[in-house]
């Protein structure tokens, strides 16, 4: 579903006002005009941002009895987007990726040609912030509050079907090697699959290391103490 929030092209401050402070958390359907006398915005301009997000089943479009437009209202999936993690998964779409793609989307491959990017430090992401020698994490690590947005977003996007993953897999049939380590997680940002593998399998024997970017992991962890914690760069080692 995070595919079609990059289609809808909404303007971000309006998503998040309508979702999270003009949408009654009750579940009552509003009247266009309640919507946008909350969050101070013009009445058409709201009904076409939240028609746009009926059609992809964000919000729930009904009749109403005292307006010629319809009413809305949460959904499941629209009262799980107002959580902090799943707005910062949006927000990182939105802020970091989506303007990215669109700033990049010509420029980009009119100057290195249509192909693949070759150099993870001149991609079109690194077009889009002015820069043809820096890499996406070098870029974020120099503006920490977009970095902070990134690992709030990975957060999210790392725990979404990942106990079907372990149950799909015998991870209770691992054995330690000789250094008594069982399991390396590379890559594995915060370690939310280190803590779901133990919850899941909580008789597994054996060290567990979780390895990631320095950057990420010195922005915190939710692994316990005993989990070793290995800064390590996937595009480098």
């Given at each position: 579903?995070?595919?079609?929030?990059?289609?809808?092209?909404v303007p971000f401050?309006?998503?998040?006002?309508?979702?999270?402070?003009?949408?009654?958390?009750?579940?009552?359907?509003?009247?266009?005009?309640?919507l946008a006398q909350k969050i101070n915005a013009?009445?058409?301009?709201?009904?076409?941002?939240?028609?746009?997000?009926?059609?992809?089943?964000?919000l729930q479009e009904s009749d109403s009895p005292s307006s010629d437009l319809p009413s809305y209202s949460h959904t499941s999936y629209s009262r799980f987007l107002t959580l902090p993690p799943a707005e910062a998964s949006t927000r990182?779409?939105?802020?970091?990726?989506?303007?990215?793609?669109?700033?990049?989307?010509?420029?980009?491959?009119?100057?290195?040609?249509?192909?693949?990017?070759?150099?993870?430090?001149?991609s079109p992401f690194s077009f889009a912030n002015g820069t043809d020698d820096k890499g996406i994490f070098d870029i974020l690590e120099e503006q920490p509050e977009r970095m902070k947005l990134f690992n709030s977003a990975m957060a999210i996007q790392a725990t979404i079907g990942l106990k079907d993953v372990l149950l799909a897999y015998p991870f209770d049939k691992l054995e330690a090697n000789?250094?008594?380590?069982v399991m390396v997680d590379?890559?594995?940002?915060?370690?939310?699959?280190?803590?779901?593998?133990?919850?899941v399998y909580p008789n597994l024997q054996g060290l567990m290391a979780l390895e990631d970017m320095d950057v990420v992991l010195q922005g915190g962890t939710v692994v316990p103490d005993e989990v070793i914690k290995q800064p390590y760069d996937f595009f480098k080692e």
């Open positions: 579903r995070n595919g079609s929030l990059r289609k809808l092209l401050p309006a998503y998040c006002s309508l979702l999270q402070i003009a949408l009654p958390a009750s579940g009552e359907p509003s009247t266009v005009a309640d013009q009445e058409e301009f709201l009904f076409r941002i939240a028609r746009t997000l009926s059609v992809f089943d964000i990182h779409l939105f802020d970091n990726m989506l303007q990215a793609q669109a700033n990049s989307a010509s420029g980009y491959y009119l100057k290195h040609g249509f192909k693949n990017p070759e150099d993870a430090k001149n000789k250094d008594g380590v590379v890559g594995g940002g915060k370690g939310q699959f280190i803590n779901e593998l133990r919850s």
